[in-house]
């Protein structure tokens, strides 16, 4: 195989090349896709098969229990097992990987997402989670044992034992949701230790897009006196994109995946996808072929860019990162948004150390307000925050602060919209 | 180097040839031992040796921090940071490794703990436990993922969830504390789940002398209708000891590690120890040079035996595990006990579901007593058990039950003796 990741030229060659070895084997031993696929010996036999959607993956797990059918291998060659952590709503799925598999994981840890943030062999890594059946965290553990970096388990403590483990072990990088790094400031300022003075000199997130919008990645950078950096993933793909040294969004790594565009919404002909614009991503898995995903319809928006970036990669930019759900969209008074829009807007302050959407239904319509935690508990913010939200937006959302300490926080994703039952 | 273990001299030899070149390394590089230790060319050398005790380790840490100055290499060739978990009292241990040296704790799970127990990559390993800076957790999961066995990581999990993860992905392996797994139990009987009728074919314990101890062995093999294993080690030395066929204690891995036992309590003549008998054991460490231990009091209580092995194993036997910790000895109107002696009489009652002892000075008197946590709340058990202490011990000791779930419970260890202030 010739990898030329050069061009743009070479790097298509070389996913057709890895596509069509990897299909036929599906072809022959995957009896979940043994009906789905076609041979690929082109682009256009490609772009003729079908999208796959995460329901359809959840109802063969429902019918094939434990595991379902989309395993190209026997049992036994799988040496991991874990589950989606369930906040895009339902069922987890489970996803099993091979010693090959999880090799893979690991390679596009240490030789894209940490070398993407220059974090070396040099580095300490203190790792701010628990070690659940969520993958995210313990691929970014292996992928940093793999990189020859010191690695600092801090699964099993209070936040408060994580700061003090920060202070007193002097870890070099923190990795973490953004939101829980924020909470960890936080919890550091209650205890008379400022962590902008500590040791971490970078800090590395998943798990939601905060750390690639700018304010809120301005807020992690004040707090740590830190370099943020983003990256995106998902349980049943694998790691798929880095920050680079640019820093205004994120690469999505090429020689490993597909990506491509549609519009959000529509029922869309496989046959035209894009591969640059705003839309949803599509993404096919090209190094994970023991329960791989073909044109899977991530239910991520994201805007991709292949304009020239100064870091020198060729790999496709989703600038901003991955910058929502499709499903989160929400319409205030006509206008729609994301609750990443919101964010953007709400982490200007740094009064406030947290928010929540709430939706409700009143008299069949959908109304919108926002709850705010600020960091004094009062509300002398919120005038300045309406007014904030109706520029940026063109409409006036209600905001209500809430007593300091109300608003759910635990180590995983942050839920930033709820649904209020009237 | 000629790897002889089948005879006893061949593993002396073994020993002795590792040892030497490793205090060679250690005395060019290692502040630590640099003034410990002189040149070993023989067995009469080993023992003139000084005895290492963990509060001069303690005290190491305290004065060099964060890691003290028992590094033979430089800091960038450690690669991970592991803590002890604190509960032989005092400061928190922390512990480096290098990459070479975590290939020899994970190698030493795959070809002694694992295959001791017959367990293999056809396995599908279930962790209960969570992930903290505690390395024994890791040292197993990582010895498993060597082995080639599923893993299945449950941190970040609740009992109630733990039980259903058992139920729905069918692992054959559960990795627990004797104490923890006694709690899924208990929990799979409130939800309805009988876990005796699970997919669990064998448990594998460490932390705690449980899974050596009989009734509490005999305990987990009914609630899981498993066979039970047990194994032994330290954060400072790495794993010591794992259960085989025979079931009937621990044997010591004496291609890896010196061990020693010296009467307790004594302040003893390092040139005088036994290597087999009653007393606290003394372990050399051979395979872990870059933070080594050589000739450590480990406060362990254990009786070495050289009777030959139904396994075939030539490497000595602690009987009946690690018997408890040196310090924990306590004492009942001038009788001596351990707790690992009132456990052994108490989890012959399927009643009892957990216990403490409650050690109190009254009148300047040692006062023992025991409350016991029965399955069904009441106190009809405790007529028969104080009696049978008596028969046991020779003395009376107070039992109190106590109503369901007032005992503490964790996932980590038990915390079986309580001093009272009065």
């Known amino acids: 195989m010739s990898m030329n990741l050069n061009t743009q030229a070479g790097i298509k060659a070389i996913q057709l090349e890895k596509l069509q070895a990897g299909i036929e084997e599906l072809q022959s031993s995957n009896l979940f896709y043994k009906s789905r696929l076609h041979e690929v010996n082109s682009w256009n036999d490609f772009y003729d098969l079908p999208f796959l959607t995460k329901a359809e993956l959840v109802e063969d797990q429902q019918r094939t229990q434990p ?19 369930g906040s895009s709503g339902g069922r987890p799925l489970r996803w099993l990987d091979t010693g090959k598999s999880w090799l893979w994981w690991t390679g596009l840890w240490a030789n894209h997402i940490y070398k993407g943030a220059g974090i070396t062999s040099e580095d300490r890594i203190f790792f701010a989670f628990s070690f659940g059946p969520f993958v995210g965290f313990w691929s970014a553990y292996a992928g940093a044992e793999r990189l020859g970096a010191m690695v600092i388990p801090g699964g099993s403590m209070g936040s408060e034992q994580r700061v003090l483990a920060i202070k007193e072990l002097e870890p070099t990088v923190l990795c973490s949701t953004p939101t829980y790094a924020l909470r960890l400031a936080e919890v550091g300022a209650q205890m008379g230790i400022d962590l902008s003075k500590s040791s971490i000199k970078k800090t590395l997130h998943a798990g939601e897009p905060g750390a690639s919008i700018p304010s809120t990645k301005r807020a992690i950078e004040t707090a740590f006196g830190a370099s943020v950096y983003d990256h995106t993933g998902m349980t049943e793909l694998g790691p798929t994109g880095f920050t680079c040294s640019a820093g205004d969004g994120v690469h999505f790594i090429e020689s ?86 919101v964010e953007e807007v709400l982490m200007r302050y740094s009064e406030i150390v ?39 937006f063109g409409v006036r959302i209600d905001c209500k602060c809430v007593p300091s300490g109300t608003l759910p926080r635990n180590e995983m994703k942050a839920k930033r919209v709820v649904h209020v039952q009237s």
Chains 1, 2 share one sequence.
């Open 67 to 85: 595991f379902g059918t989309n395993l190209t291998y026997p049992l036994g060659d799988y040496v991991r097992l874990h589950q989606t952590s």
């Open 256 to 341: 490993e995946f597909i990506f491509e565009v549609i519009p959000i919404g529509a029922d869309p002909d496989p046959r035209s996808t894009q591969s640059e614009g705003t839309g949803e991503l599509v993404v096919t898995n090209l190094g994970r072929f023991c329960s791989p995903l073909i044109r899977y319809r991530t239910g991520d928006l994201v805007e991709l860019s292949r304009n020239p970036c100064s870091c020198g990669s060729l790999f496709v930019k989703a600038v901003g990162g991955i910058q929502g759900r499709v499903d989160d969209m929400f319409t205030v008074r006509g206008i729609n948004l994301y609750p990443t829009q």
């Open 354 to 392: 947290n928010f929540q959407i709430r939706h409700e239904k009143i008299r069949h319509m959908d109304e919108v307000s926002l709850l705010l935690e600020t960091r004094d508990g009062t509300d002398k913010v919120v005038e300045k925050v309406v007014l904030d939200l109706r520029h940026s």
